[in-house]
């Protein structure tokens, strides 16, 4: 399921550390998952995707883990930099152009 | 351009007054999105174009919302009698066909 609100949930994590940001998915049936980046004032950025026959896809850094039995998604960020402070955002698609957000992650990394 | 361009950045109005914003995508982009985004939370779909039409405007939420994209291009959103609850930042993206979606920055609006 997803919640909103104005309080977003925050993970602080040591700057070199690895950070986890996780995500629970609607029900709806969705081929494709997205993780995408967001920083003050600016639009959502694509950081990595997955499509749903898969369980694991590696980027620069980062890593997507899909569990589809428990409609789980998480983001691993390896040996998190200052730069990487932000709000984390999953998306799913469910069709071939709309995509839906969950709540956001923020991440503050510690110097 | 180099990237999704959104204008105004701020746009501050009164209750009931009538606001447009513009979006100019990424060239040779023919697919456009309006998202809107409201404090602490993700993005919420608003419409679709692909080229001149819009396929999809099952996202905007009253009839005071409006969207346009005459040429397949720059699009512009218009929103009428604005509301207080109308209040938030509305993102445009763009994509070629059903690839990565590209956003822009944003056009924060505020009705007082």
């Known amino acids: 399921g997803e919640s909103v609100g104005l309080h977003l949930p925050t993970l602080s994590v040591q700057e070199g550390d690895n950070s986890i940001i996780n995500c629970a998915y609607s029900?709806?049936?969705?081929?494709?998952f997205i993780w995408y980046k967001q920083e003050s004032g600016k639009g959502p950025q694509f950081i990595i995707d997955?499509?749903?026959?898969?369980d694991k896809r590696q980027g620069q850094r980062v890593t997507v883990l899909l569990n589809k039995t428990v409609k789980h998604l998480s983001l691993q960020i390896a040996a998190t930099q200052p730069g990487d402070s932000a709000v984390y955002f999953c998306?799913?698609?469910?069709?071939?152009?709309?995509?839906?957000f969950g709540s956001g992650t923020r991440l503050l990394v510690r110097p | 351009g180099a990237g999704v361009s959104q204008t105004p950045s701020n746009k501050v109005t009164e209750k009931g007054k009538y606001v447009e914003l513009r979006c100019d995508p990424i060239?040779?982009?023919?697919?456009l999105y309006w998202y809107r985004q409201s404090l602490g939370q993700g993005p919420e779909f608003l419409i679709y174009?692909?080229?001149?039409?819009?396929?999809?405007d099952s996202g905007l939420p009253n009839d005071r919302f409006f969207a346009v994209r005459p040429e397949g291009s720059v699009s512009t959103l218009k929103i009428q009698r604005t509301e207080r609850g109308d209040s938030a930042v509305y993102l445009c993206?763009?994509?070629?066909?059903?690839?990565?979606?590209?956003f822009g920055e944003g056009s924060r609006l505020t009705v007082l």
């Open positions: 993206a763009s994509s070629r066909g059903a690839g990565e979606l590209f």
């Open positions: 029900n709806s049936p969705s081929d494709y």
């Open positions: 997955i499509r749903s026959n898969m």
């Open positions: 998306a799913e698609n469910n069709s071939s152009y709309k995509l839906i």
């Open positions: 060239s040779g982009h023919t697919a």
């Open positions: 174009f692909q080229g001149t039409g819009a396929a999809d």
